[in-house]
């Protein structure tokens, strides 16, 4: 199993200037603790539209890699916005899903995927050619530079366990955004 | 009927290059003209809300979206705007075609279609409703540009007044 934090860091060490649409719940607890930069974009609500904002931003923007980071309970809320993204295939988006088989910010109840549902088959049902779970460290390090050099999209699951990462966000969302959209030199 | 070509004749006049929708047959109008215009860059969406995280991420790239979708599709879309585009204060126009009110024939279409403009009022959504071509220049144009200065999404609504409605008992 993975520790999402580590893998978060991880990820972060490999990047430059990236930027990151980071879901509602623990994944933007995670990024936020693994390093505040201007290219993270923070959801605090909107639940399941991490999805589909990384993919509006990868079709605008085809000259940077759009990484998502995303949650199990979060996809789930908007599976169908895998379909949206596998029929515009942009190569530059790369989707993560932080998978820990529950919601794990409201007390641990268990999602579909502690059950019966399968992230990585789903998102292949949707159209997603390159779709792959790791469920270990060494299988995510493995993966990483073949997602992060090779055209996509991309969508990996990564199987994580449950714990709290310390971090904290800023928390004005127009704060995030203009500071987003400068670090990306977007014309408003 | 001129109505869709000047629609779309605003839109790129405001640099508004990619289209997000969920189709209905009124919209289907405008729609079929884009398709053969290199110009406009068209999203099928699967449900409306994806719209607004769509056209969100484009806006934080410096690309100016559209969200077009029939009075029911904006009940898909509540909260999206509620905890997203509102709050984050992203700028949009959503072109909504009305269902439910002069020549309904489908009794389903009418409890979304009179709650629309009450729930963009309890949003705080700016919203104007289209009944005549000859208000179409004036409408459209003076919503995109509230919706830019305001950086809130603006709702134009697309009346039957104006489109018609189905032959249908």
Redesign the interface.
């Known amino acids: 199993m993975i520790n999402r934090l580590e893998a978060t860091q991880y990820l972060l060490k490999h990047l430059s200037d990236e930027p990151i649409i980071a879901s509602c719940g623990n994944p933007k607890f995670d990024l936020a603790s693994a390093g505040d930069r201007r290219e993270n974009f923070y959801m605090w609500n909107s639940m399941g539209m991490a999805s589909s904002t990384g993919l509006g931003l990868a079709l605008a923007r085809p000259d940077k890699k759009v990484i998502i980071l995303d949650g199990d309970g979060a996809i789930l809320m908007n599976l169908n916005s895998l379909t949206t993204a596998a029929s515009k295939s942009p190569p530059n988006l790369i989707h993560i899903i932080w998978d820990n088989r529950t919601y794990q910010i409201t007390g641990g109840q268990p999602t579909h995927t502690a059950g019966k549902a399968d992230l990585a088959q789903i998102a292949r049902g949707a159209g997603f050619e390159k779709a792959f779970s790791v469920d270990t460290m060494e299988a995510f390090k493995q993966l990483l530079p073949e997602v992060l050099s090779k055209p996509g999209p991309w969508v990996v699951v990564a199987i994580t366990d449950d714990c709290g990462a310390p971090g904290r966000p800023p928390k004005s969302p127009t704060y995030i955004k203009h500071r987003f959209m400068e670090a990306l030199g977007s014309q408003r | 009927m001129k109505w869709p070509e000047t629609i779309l004749n605003i839109l790129k006049e405001n640099g508004i290059r990619?289209i997000s929708f969920v189709p209905d047959s009124v919209l289907g109008k405008i729609l079929n003209l884009a398709a053969k215009d290199s110009f406009f860059?068209l999203?099928?969406?699967?449900?409306e809300?994806?719209?607004?995280?769509?056209?969100?991420?484009?806006?934080?790239?410096?690309?100016r979206?559209v969200l077009m979708m029939q009075s029911a599709g904006f009940g898909n879309c509540v909260?999206?705007l509620a905890?997203?585009a509102i709050?984050?204060?992203?700028p949009f126009l959503m072109l909504i075609s009305q269902r439910g009110e002069l020549g309904e024939f489908n009794p389903c279409h009418v409890p979304m279609g009179k709650a629309l403009r009450g729930t963009l009022d309890a949003l705080g959504l700016q919203h104007f409703t289209l009944r005549r071509e000859d208000e179409i220049e004036t409408t459209m144009q003076g919503a995109i540009k509230t919706a830019y200065t305001s950086e809130q999404p603006v709702a134009v609504i697309l009346s039957s007044e104006l489109v018609g409605w189905k032959n249908e008992k």
């Open positions: 990619s860059e999203s099928t969406l699967a449900r809300e994806e719209g607004v995280g769509i056209i969100t991420g484009e806006y934080l790239g410096g690309r979206g909260n999206a905890s997203l709050p984050y204060q992203i």
